[in-house]
């Protein structure tokens, strides 16, 4: 199996042009006809998908308006394989958890946090009424932590330090960091992961070769970390498997990553 633990949906209207500029640089043909056909949106992206062998997808948005729940829709048409996540600026949406508790009712499987680009630090005090609904509804919260390459995005507000802030506060929400704290902070991810119970990591937009580079102890923590890709910002994601595959770990522990992992975290089927 694969679960990809970070892809974003959209149609091209969602999608910020930034976001549609690299996929263009760095992704495969496939995806870029994916792309012009609709954005990451509908039947041509679960096509893609069974292509690349991905069993279950986590949706991501892909855009910057204060309310992105569209990958509801996404998850709805998409037979089971997308995990919607949805986000909020509680600045610009007084009802945002309201409208969160609603669209986990609906099937919402995550909160995404996205603090460089909205500049909305991790541990803001106005999205700790959306990690109370989190936590209560025993759902994970994705948060951004590492690089960005979007014109506007201030790397400062992904320091982990403000994600520890927030597990400290929050002791039963699962936050997974996003990234894995790419460029700066691989670092901290690590020992953030190794001291929080609570804390994941995730390795979407990190090569596959330097993983072994950047955690050269990843077996301490190999039970909470997972496989994501970024898509469509990314390589063909079979590729990206088969490189995480080919690393020397032994295959109980690529396999966890690769997909036990998420099973246990989302409660998947595996048979």
Known sequence: ?????????GT?????????ALAADVADPETLEVLERNGSAGPSMLDYLRAQEVDVAVAIPCGRESVQEYTLDEAERSGG???????YDPRAEPTACRRFADAIDRGARGLKVH??????????????????????????VTIHVGSSVFPGAKLRYCDPLLVDEVACDFPDLTLICAHAGRGFWTDQVFNL??????????????????????FPEL?????????????????????????????????????????RNAARLFSLPTA
Not at 223 to 236: A, E, I, Q, T
Request: net charge neutral; charged share 25%.
């Open 193 to 214: 992961t190794r001291m929080r119970p609570t804390v994941w990591m995730e390795l979407s937009g990190l090569p596959a070769k330097r993983v072994p580079q950047y």
């Open 1 to 9: 199996m694969i679960v990809d633990c970070h892809l974003h949906v």
């Open 12 to 20: 091209r209207e969602q999608w910020i042009p930034e976001g549609l």
């Open 219 to 259: 077996d301490r923590v190999a039970d909470r970390v997972l496989f994501g890709s970024d898509w469509p910002s990314s390589p063909p994601i079979s590729r990206l498997a088969k490189e995480f595959r080919a690393l020397p770990y032994p295959s109980s522990m690529i396999e966890d990553i690769l997909w």
């Open 115 to 140: 603090p460089c680009s909205t500049q909305l630090p991790a541990n803001d005090r106005s999205l700790y009424p959306l990690y109370a609904v989190a936590e209560e509804r025993r759902i994970p």
């Open 81 to 87: 394989r997308l995990l919607p996540f949805v986000q």
